[in-house]
Structures are given as structure tokens and as C-alpha cells.
């Protein structure tokens, strides 16, 4: 069993950045493979990044891609996502989650544990 709790969410401006963290408790975090998913008010949960647990390989959802960055830091047993040029379809509660069977999947359902999310709001 894990415990996630994410930080670092709130309201900016377009343009903006922002940086969330997500720390984990429990058993050992290193041997899981970790992501970020967001949800918009009537939406589906989707995919944002994913990390790989031997920090080796990143993967990120096509909207993200080159603003978003996914990093993990074993020691803290922390994940963080660095999220730059923030537009306002980026508001979401944005959920960290945890994969024990080290997938790096984009599918919700791939992941057993999940943090309580943290409120990300872009106004224009």
C-alpha cells in the first residue's frame, strides 16, 4: 500500500507556471511507476505524463508536450510536474498516481493508488 499527497496547486495566469509535487508514503517508492492525470468539470480523467521507476524514461500526452515536464526524486519520495506556458484549457484538478507493475500506461485503470488531487486554475 502507498499514500499519495499532491501540492503545489492554484490559480495563475495564462502564460504562467507552476510546479505540483506529489509524495508518497508506504512501501517502497522507487519500484513504481508513477503519472499525472487531470480532470476537467465534466470530463473524463486524462493522462499527462508518466515516469519510469528506474528514472530513465519519460512520456507525456501530446498537450503537454514541450511545456510539462515529469521528474522523480527517489530520496524524497517525490514526484513533481514543472508546467510552463499554463493556458487556461490546462484547469483541472490534477491527480498523482502510482503503478506497481511499472507500466507507464496512459490508462487510468493502470494505476492502483492515487493521490486526492490538487485544484490547477489558468485564467485568461
Known amino acids: 500500500q502507498v499514500q499519495l499527497v499532491e501540492s503545489g496547486g492554484g490559480l495563475v495566469q495564462a502564460g504562467g507556471s507552476l510546479r505540483l509535487s506529489c509524495t508518497a508514503s508506504g512501501r517502497t517508492f522507487r519500484r513504481y511507476a508513477m503519472a499525472w492525470f487531470r480532470q476537467a468539470p465534466g470530463k473524463e480523467r486524462d493522462f499527462v505524463a508518466a515516469i519510469s521507476w528506474s528514472v530513465g524514461s519519460t512520456y507525456y500526452a501530446d498537450s503537454v508536450k514541450g511545456r510539462f515536464t515529469i521528474s522523480r526524486d527517489n530520496a524524497k519520495n517525490t514526484v513533481y510536474l514543472q508546467m510552463s506556458s499554463l493556458k487556461p484549457e490546462d484547469t483541472a484538478v490534477y491527480y498523482c498516481?502510482?503503478?506497481?507493475?511499472?507500466?507507464?500506461?496512459?490508462?487510468?485503470?493502470?494505476?492502483?493508488?492515487w493521490g486526492q488531487g490538487t485544484q490547477v486554475t489558468v485564467s485568461s
Open positions: 498516481a502510482a503503478d506497481p507493475r511499472l507500466r507507464n500506461g496512459r490508462s487510468a485503470s493502470m494505476y492502483d493508488y
